[in-house]
Each structure stands twice: as C-alpha cells, then as structure tokens.
C-alpha cells in the first residue's frame, strides 16, 4: 500500500511546472533530519503532493515517487538523501493553506504543525480531504 508525501518547494527554485516539463526529477536539497527521516521512509510507488512555498502557499500538483531514497549524487555525503519523483498532473484547484489551516481534519498535519518541514507524511484520510479540496476525483 503507498504513502502519501507534501513535498514543498520554493516555485522561484523549482516548481511544478519544471516538475512537469522534465517528468522526472531527483528530489534534492533536503537537509533537516526529520525531512530526510520521511524521504528514507520513500518507496517506489508513493503518492506526493506538490506544495509551492513563498507567496503561492498552495498544493498545486500531483507525482509519484519513482525511486527510493539513494545518496544524492551531486554532494559527497552519504547522509543527504534524494528521491526520483514523476510528474502525474496539476490539480484541478490549487489547494491553498489557509484552507487547509481552516479544516479540523489537518490538525494534526506537519503542514500545519511544522510549517517550515519540506517533506510531510500525509495520513490516507487527509490525503483523500486533500484530493477532494483540489477537486481531484479519486
């Protein structure tokens, strides 16, 4: 059964757009322990939201993990992980924070609890919320 993941990034740096024009990407940059915790806990098959950070404070995308945690190629520590994401598709209503702050379900989501957390768990009743806020009809 896959997992569910907010992956969060600045839209200046990369956003889903570039997420969507290359398909495929390693997921890079993540430095805080408890991030790197959730990306090591990535499996092929996973389900992730894309959020946009800075002025957007929205999730605006669909992907998958296609790959499972691995050592970033780029840096010479074996501690800083990546994972491969593909793109799936933009959602149909971006889901903005605040709505998400709004709604008791998330209470309890790192979204909203660490707010400054780049990769967030999401339980299997929010990300269903979630999907449904973005008009996704799975």
């Not at 839209?11 to 993540?30: C, H, K």
């Not at 790959?67 to 840096?75: G, I, N, Q, W």
């Not at 074996?78 to 994972?83: I, S, T």
């Not at 990769?119 to 009809?137: E, I, N, S």
């Amino acid at each position: 059964m896959p997992n569910f993941w907010i992956l969060k990034s600045e839209p200046s740096a990369y956003s889903f757009a570039d997420l969507i024009r290359e398909g495929r990407t390693a997921w890079n940059g993540v430095t805080n322990a408890l991030a790197l915790k959730h990306l090591r806990s990535m499996a092929a098959g996973d389900h992730a939201l894309i959020y946009h950070t800075g002025d957007e404070k929205a999730a605006v995308g669909l992907a998958r993990i296609v790959r499972a945690a691995y050592p970033d190629p780029k840096l010479d520590d074996p501690k800083l992980v990546v994972v491969d994401v593909q793109a799936d598709r933009p959602l149909p209503k971006p889901v903005p924070l605040a709505a998400v702050k709004a709604d008791p379900v998330f209470a309890d989501l790192g979204l909203v609890r660490m707010p400054r957390l780049s990769v967030v768990p999401v339980a299997a009743d929010q990300w269903k919320r979630l999907l449904a806020m973005a008009g996704v009809g799975k």
